[in-house]
Protein backbone atom coordinates (compact mmCIF):
# COMPACT_ATOMS: atom_id res chain seq x y z
CA UNK A 1 0.00 0.00 0.00
CA UNK A 2 1.72 3.46 -1.36
CA UNK A 3 1.56 6.23 1.51
CA UNK A 4 2.60 9.76 1.28
CA UNK A 5 2.61 11.92 4.13
CA UNK A 6 3.66 15.74 4.68
CA UNK A 7 4.11 17.39 7.39
CA UNK A 8 6.19 20.63 7.79
CA UNK A 9 2.91 22.82 7.30
CA UNK A 10 2.22 25.50 10.48
CA UNK A 11 1.98 29.58 10.51
CA UNK A 12 4.53 32.01 9.80
CA UNK A 13 4.94 35.41 9.05
CA UNK A 14 5.29 37.48 5.80
CA UNK A 15 9.25 36.37 4.49
CA UNK A 16 9.43 33.39 6.87
CA UNK A 17 10.32 30.28 5.84
CA UNK A 18 9.24 26.80 5.87
CA UNK A 19 10.33 23.19 5.06
CA UNK A 20 7.63 20.52 4.03
CA UNK A 21 8.65 16.84 4.33
CA UNK A 22 6.64 13.65 2.36
CA UNK A 23 7.58 10.47 3.63
CA UNK A 24 6.74 7.68 1.16
CA UNK A 25 6.32 4.16 1.84
CA UNK A 26 5.18 1.29 -0.40
CA UNK A 27 6.89 2.14 -3.77
CA UNK A 28 9.97 2.12 -5.00
CA UNK A 29 10.55 5.97 -4.31
CA UNK A 30 13.86 6.62 -6.76
CA UNK A 31 11.58 4.80 -9.59
CA UNK A 32 8.86 7.87 -9.46
CA UNK A 33 8.83 11.43 -10.40
CA UNK A 34 7.80 14.02 -7.66
CA UNK A 35 5.77 16.97 -7.22
CA UNK A 36 4.78 19.67 -4.66
CA UNK A 37 1.14 20.92 -5.31
CA UNK A 38 -0.95 23.35 -3.66
CA UNK A 39 -4.30 24.54 -3.28
CA UNK A 40 -5.69 27.88 -1.86
CA UNK A 41 -9.09 28.17 -0.58
CA UNK A 42 -11.49 28.73 -3.88
CA UNK A 43 -9.34 27.85 -6.19
CA UNK A 44 -7.87 24.72 -8.29
CA UNK A 45 -5.02 22.16 -7.38
CA UNK A 46 -1.98 23.79 -8.78
CA UNK A 47 1.35 22.37 -9.55
CA UNK A 48 4.22 23.96 -7.59
CA UNK A 49 7.09 22.04 -8.16
CA UNK A 50 8.56 18.89 -9.59
CA UNK A 51 11.57 16.50 -9.57
CA UNK A 52 12.10 13.63 -11.78
CA UNK A 53 13.82 10.03 -11.27
CA UNK A 54 16.67 11.96 -12.88
CA UNK A 55 16.63 14.84 -11.13
CA UNK A 56 15.04 17.38 -13.24
CA UNK A 57 13.33 19.72 -11.64
CA UNK A 58 10.38 22.33 -12.53
CA UNK A 59 9.10 25.40 -11.07
CA UNK A 60 6.18 27.50 -11.10
CA UNK A 61 6.87 31.13 -12.05
CA UNK A 62 5.14 32.19 -8.73
CA UNK A 63 7.56 30.23 -6.42
CA UNK A 64 11.02 29.97 -8.54
CA UNK A 65 13.82 31.73 -6.76
CA UNK A 66 12.06 31.32 -3.42
CA UNK A 67 11.20 27.81 -3.34
CA UNK A 68 13.57 24.87 -3.52
CA UNK A 69 12.46 21.27 -3.87
CA UNK A 70 14.89 18.23 -3.23
CA UNK A 71 14.70 14.64 -2.72
CA UNK A 72 16.42 12.05 -0.67
CA UNK A 73 15.55 8.63 -2.35
CA UNK A 74 17.52 6.65 0.54
CA UNK A 75 15.18 8.06 3.26
CA UNK A 76 12.46 8.28 0.68
CA UNK A 77 11.12 11.66 1.44
CA UNK A 78 10.45 14.17 -0.36
CA UNK A 79 11.15 17.84 0.51
CA UNK A 80 10.09 21.53 -0.22
CA UNK A 81 12.03 24.49 1.24
CA UNK A 82 10.10 27.70 1.55
CA UNK A 83 11.53 30.86 1.55
CA UNK A 84 10.50 34.44 1.59
CA UNK A 85 6.96 33.28 2.35
CA UNK A 86 3.85 35.63 1.38
CA UNK A 87 0.65 35.97 1.73
CA UNK A 88 -0.43 34.40 -1.87
CA UNK A 89 1.42 31.37 -0.52
CA UNK A 90 -1.50 30.41 2.32
CA UNK A 91 -2.93 26.90 0.76
CA UNK A 92 -2.67 23.13 1.37
CA UNK A 93 0.24 22.09 -0.01
CA UNK A 94 -0.08 18.05 -1.51
CA UNK A 95 3.15 15.84 -2.20
CA UNK A 96 2.48 13.28 -5.20
CA UNK A 97 4.24 10.74 -7.31
CA UNK A 98 4.00 9.10 -10.30
CA UNK A 99 5.89 6.58 -12.51
CA UNK A 100 6.26 9.10 -15.50
CA UNK A 101 6.95 12.53 -15.40
CA UNK A 102 4.46 13.71 -17.42
CA UNK A 103 1.96 12.41 -14.91
CA UNK A 104 3.30 14.94 -12.33
CA UNK A 105 3.35 17.49 -15.15
CA UNK A 106 -0.28 17.02 -16.06
CA UNK A 107 -1.33 16.97 -12.37
CA UNK A 108 -2.40 13.15 -12.70
CA UNK A 109 0.12 11.46 -10.84
CA UNK A 110 -0.94 7.86 -9.68
CA UNK A 111 -0.37 9.00 -5.44
CA UNK A 112 -1.42 11.70 -3.16
CA UNK A 113 -0.14 12.92 0.24
CA UNK A 114 -3.27 14.26 2.47
CA UNK A 115 -1.95 17.49 2.33
CA UNK A 116 -0.69 20.01 4.76
CA UNK A 117 -1.75 23.70 5.66
CA UNK A 118 0.68 26.57 5.07
CA UNK A 119 -0.43 29.65 5.89
CA UNK A 120 1.41 33.01 5.76
CA UNK A 121 0.39 35.94 7.67
CA UNK A 122 0.89 39.82 6.63
Known amino acids: QVQLVESGGGLVEAGGSLRLSCAAS????????AGWYRQAPGKERDLVAY???????YYAGSVKGRFTISRDNAKTTLYLQMNSLKPEDTAVYFCAADRTLLGVEQSRPAYWGQGTQVTVSS
Open 26 to 33: GLTFGSYA
Open 51 to 57: IGKAGGI
